[in-house]
């Protein structure tokens, strides 16, 4: 079936660092992928997305471009900041089998003044 | 504000018990959906509804079930409690099956 998997975290970085979380995926069609964030006591929110291969998503500063020849969606961004401090999860949505989500396990990121 | 809104916020029972989750989706969606966050599994596809209709399952227990009503709001009914189902139940709502899904602030329950 369908999965996602997204580096572990957590990960800690300094203010204005370069951040990329990792996330690849399987699929038996053709998915969109996203990234949500869900932020301290909060509902996930949607962060980006992208619909087809070579589409790049973004937000925020924040980055993805849909890679189907090595079937990921890396998330990036150039210069982090204390309020990124979040956890970040990768889903994709397969019109196969009645678009259900399926998200991957959550990349927790500290960001440190 | 995702405009999805899910109550109780809090839920505390017992093992044995029975309770409803009650969420609201966002003015004209017309799909809902229900995931499980917790800490072993991370967060778990329920199930969905479309227009009143089931249209996708996830992994859901049989102890659980789910029903979308006339006026779109929709219950998740969890039966015969157990420890392990302790956990933040979010409902998401989106417009059409394929569009983006807003997720609600969550039910958090814990099982005593």
């Known amino acids: 079936g369908d999965s996602v998997t997204q580096m572990e975290g957590p990960v800690t970085l300094s203010e204005e660092a370069f951040l990329t979380i990792n996330c690849t995926y399987t699929a038996t069609g053709y998915p969109s992928l996203f990234w949500y964030v869900q932020y301290p006591g909060e509902g996930l929110q949607l962060l980006l997305k992208a619909t087809k291969a070579d589409d790049k998503g973004s937000n925020k500063g924040f980055e993805a471009t849909y890679r189907k020849e090595t079937t990921s969606f890396h998330l990036e961004k150039g210069s982090v900041q204390v309020s990124d401090s979040a956890v970040y999860f990768c889903a994709l949505s397969d019109r196969t089998g009645g678009f259900k989500t399926i998200f991957g396990a959550g990349t927790r990121l500290f960001v440190k003044a | 504000d995702s405009g999805v809104t899910q109550t109780p916020k809090h839920l505390i029972t017992a093992t044995g018990q029975r309770v409803t989750l009650r969420c609201s989706p966002r003015?004209?969606?017309?799909?809902v959906y229900w995931y499980q966050q917790s800490l072993d599994q991370g967060l778990q596809f329920l199930i969905q509804y479309y227009n009143g209709e089931e249209r996708a399952k996830g992994n859901i227990l049989e102890r659980f079930s789910a029903q979308q009503f006339p006026d779109l709001h929709s219950e998740l009914n969890l039966s015969s409690l157990e420890l392990g189902d302790s956990a933040l139940y979010f409902c998401a709502s989106s417009q059409r099956e394929e569009d983006t899904q807003y997720f609600g602030p969550g039910t958090r329950l814990t099982v005593l």
């Open positions: 003015s004209g969606d017309l799909s």
